[in-house]
Each structure stands twice: as C-alpha cells, then as structure tokens.
C-alpha cells in the first residue's frame, strides 16, 4: 500500500506517539475519511468499551474515523455471510466463528492482507499465523487474508464450593484426562441427594449449533490421539486406524455423559451461550468453554468468582501433554469495501504491540494476546496474580499448542459448518447408533469434503 502522508498531521502523530509509549500509526489518507466495522458484542461491557477506544485513539492519531457496528456473535455470522454474497459490504469484518474467513478465501471474496500483517509479523505467534493463512481458490495461493487479532484456548471452568459440597476436595482433581473427567461423575449423585436436582456433572456442549460443540469435540479426539485428522500440508487422515479410534472414543464418551446422565438433556439444543449460562446457574459443576467469558462474567461478584476454578487441558492418560487447540479470531476487508484503505490503516496502527495488548487488557483479557514473546515481557500477561488469568494465559501464550484446523485447510470449515461430527454424536447419543459406525459415516463425509477443496498451491 503506498502511504500518503500530511506532514503536520505526521508531525502531530510522532509526538502523540512519544507521548504515550505507542509506536507512531499509519496515516493512509491525505483527507480524513471513515471505514465501517462490524465486531462481535463482548461477554464483558468492558470489551466494547475497549474497542471504542481503540477507535477513538486512532481518530485522535490519524484522522481517519472507524465507525463501530457491535452485533451479538450469532447474529454476526448470518450478517457477513449475506453482505459478501450481495455484496453490499462494510470495511472491516470481525470474524465471528471459524469457518467465515477459510470459505470466504477460498470463494475469493476477501482481501489480501498480507500487507497488514507483514508489519508485525514478527511478532505473531506462529500458531496464529498459521491458521489466518488462507487459500484463494480463484487465483490459486495462499495468502494472510484474515488479521490476528485475539487468541483463545479452552479451558474447563470448576465451581469449587460444589466440589466441596459433594464431598470431594479440590486439591484432589486428578491431572490425567479419565481421572480428571470421572472425578466429576461421583458428585452428581452427592449433590442431587442434597438437593441439588438439577445440578449434573458436566456442561458439555453436544448439539450441531454454533463453534462450542466443534471446540468440544476436537479437544476429546485429541485427548484420545486422533490430533493428526489434519495436518499442516492440508490433507484429512480418515483412513488413519489412530484417528478413526480416537474419533470413536471421543463420539463414544461425549454421547455416554449423556445417556447416563451426566449432562442436562437440554444439552443437545444449546447455542454457545447456553453452556454459560447453565455453569452460572450452577446447573453443571463443571464445564468446557472457550476464553474467560465464563469467569469475566462474575467479575464484579467476588464471592462467585473467587469460587470457579480455572483448568487447562490435563495431561493425556499416559500423563504426556495435550496440545491446546488455540483459535484466532481476527479482522478481514471484503472485496467491494469502499474504504479498504483507511481500513488497513486502522488494522496497521492495531496491531501495533502496544495497542493490542491495551486494547485486550481493557477487554479484562478474555483474549489472550497472539505474541507470545511480547506477552512475555509484560507481567499483566506472563505474571498475573489472577489464577483465572494465569491458567488460561498459560494455555493459550505460553502452554503447549497446535492451532484450529481451519488454517490446514478450508475444507474443514465447510466440514464444521456441516456439523459432521456432533451429527454423530448425536445419533450415539439420541439414537444408540454405534460409535464406530458413525465415526466411520463422519470420516467418510469428510474424506468426500476435502475432495472438494484441493489445494495446488
């Protein structure tokens, strides 16, 4: 991009700059102008504060205006998907989900970034630049055509007065997957007899809504060893008697907690928000749900959120680590934006260190920041005295990670917006089909999906 500079505005620029710490912003436009962003609503008001600011501070900076559009996450999803298909688009789009950004490069109705992200890619961790690494079916290559910016893992989230009240110590949680996840079961029944009828075990989210289930599902086929479904050259290993198991077990166990019990019935028509909700009504004493939103929720209640227990992924049965699968949401321009360039000046001065990692901490860090080196020279990120914080920024930055699969490949996108392997489950679970057999049908599904999306480039 070629850079039109004002030299009282650069001049005014560097001295704001100096002033604050920050590193000076782009000023792309010889004349003020305005691009569009839509964001998904944060869990916290803090988060939509923060990025007013952020807008703000770079009007302040550049001239240029970033008018803010905040939309609830699921409704923003239908919302980009209808503007890149008419066409009538905004500026800047938030990915709200995983599958938006792979399908939309590769249809070629995204922008290459490259630009953008080249300015700081020094300073991403390679986890999240791999997975915002598209590829452009119509011009056949890969390019950035999403810019990093927020991480997330998953975390298991634990009431402990109810671990205690149930006859258990917290101190106790095992830190091997089985002996984690059973150590749960025997509490229901200890609760319940108190009580607590409609209190279970876990909040697992087992329905084909939404991009909690995906989370879900990945990190119990993992656990098992099916981590190589894909791999970075792009390719599905369906045939793989490792991946096949672990696909079974994962279908076998999610589907069980049903059956017996374990979880709410109502489990099986949750949208993302639901398992939330139900953890908050004390409807589950355990659950699996990405970021901090369940803990930043109850932040202005003490007693409450002192109360929950922050827990990565336990090690694997054997007592080895299992990678946490992190996923990067970030920021893309549509073709047909009409203020592309102020857009990516904006995402520029944004991603600056500095200024992202402010604008997450206003955020109260429900996202984690995406560069790990820089994280680990802040101590509001490499050492919190928050357990919340500490345990997630420790999954997240500095644990042991692989990224989504979307960036391997997009035919794993069309594959997660299909739901294929919640469908599954769900007929484990709802109509006592056999957990291989569906993990055969679903593997079968998908080795037909990448056959669609083959990558030469």
Same mark, same amino acid.
């Given at each position: 991009?070629?850079?039109?500079t004002r030299?009282s ?9 100096a ?16 691009a569009?962003l839509w ?6 008001p803090?988060?939509d ?55 939309q490069?590769?249809a070629?109705r995204?922008?290459?970034?490259s ?6 890619k ?32 998953v975390p ?16 106790d949680?095992?830190n ?61 290993h369906v ?6 198991q ?9 589907a069980?907690?049903?059956t ?14 639901d ?6 009504s ?34 694997d %049965?054997a007592? +080895?680590?299992?990678?946490? *699968?992190?996923?990067? #949401? $970030?920021?893309? @321009? &549509?073709k ?36 790990t ?5 802040d101590?509001w990120?490499?050492?919190?005295d %928050?357990?919340? +914080?500490?345990?997630?920024? *420790?999954?997240?930055? #500095? $644990?042991?990670? @692989? &990224? ?22 769900a007929?484990?679970?709802?109509h ?26």
């Amino acid at each position: 991009m070629n850079n039109l500079t004002r030299r009282s505005v650069l001049r005014a620029s560097l001295a704001a700059a100096a002033a604050s710490g920050f590193a000076r912003p782009y000023i792309a436009n010889a004349q003020a102008k305005t691009a569009s962003l839509w964001l998904a609503q944060g869990f916290v008001p803090e988060e939509d504060v923060a990025i007013k600011k952020l807008a703000a501070d770079y009007a302040k900076q550049s001239g240029n205006q970033i008018d803010v559009s905040i939309v609830p996450f699921a409704p923003l999803r239908d919302k980009e998907v209808s503007a890149v298909t008419s066409g009538v688009v905004p500026d800047i789009m938030e990915t709200a989900d995983f599958d938006f950004a792979p399908l939309q490069s590769w249809a070629g109705r995204l922008e290459d970034v490259s630009d953008v992200v080249e300015t700081q890619k020094a300073q991403f961790s390679e986890v999240c630049l791999v997975q915002n690494n598209f590829y452009d079916n119509v011009i056949k290559r890969r390019a950035y055509y999403c810019v990093p910016w927020k991480a997330a893992a998953v975390p298991f989230h634990v009431w402990k007065s109810l671990v205690e009240k149930g006859g258990a110590k917290v101190s106790d949680i095992p830190n091997t997957w089985t002996a984690y996840l059973d150590f749960f079961k025997p509490l229901q029944k200890k609760l319940q007899a108190q009580g607590m009828r409609h209190t279970y075990s876990y909040g697992w989210e087992i329905s084909t809504v939404g991009v909690d289930p995906i989370n879900t599902f990945n990190a119990f086929m993992i656990a098992y060893g099916g981590k190589d479904l894909v791999t970075p050259d792009g390719k599905a290993h369906v045939d793989d008697p490792q991946v096949k198991q672990a696909v079974a077990k994962a279908m076998a166990r999610l589907a069980a907690d049903f059956t017996e019990g374990y979880v709410p019935h109502s489990v099986v028509n949750w949208n993302d928000a639901d398992d939330n909700n139900a953890f908050h009504s004390k409807l589950c004493v355990m659950d699996f749900d990405g970021s901090l939103s369940t803990e930043l929720a109850l932040i202005h209640n003490k007693e409450a959120y002192d109360d929950i227990l922050t827990h990565g992924i336990p090690n694997d %049965d054997a007592g +080895k680590p299992i990678p946490a *699968q992190v996923a990067t #949401f $970030g920021c893309v @321009i &549509p073709k047909g934006a009409k203020n592309g360039a102020v857009a990516r000046d904006f995402l520029k001065y944004a991603i600056q260190p500095e200024v992202l990692s402010s604008y997450l901490k206003g955020g109260l860090g429900r996202w984690a920041l995406p560069m790990t080196d820089y994280a680990k020279k802040d101590p509001w990120w490499g050492n919190t005295d %928050d357990p919340h +914080k500490r345990e997630y920024f *420790q999954e997240t930055i #500095f $644990g042991e990670t @692989i &990224p989504i699969y979307e960036g391997y490949s997009p035919a794993i996108a069309q594959a997660n917006a299909e739901h294929v392997f919640q469908i599954g489950i769900a007929n484990v679970a709802t109509h006592s089909a056999h957990p291989e057999q569906e993990a055969e049908k679903a593997l079968k599904r998908i080795g037909e999906i990448f056959a669609k999306y083959p990558i030469t480039a």
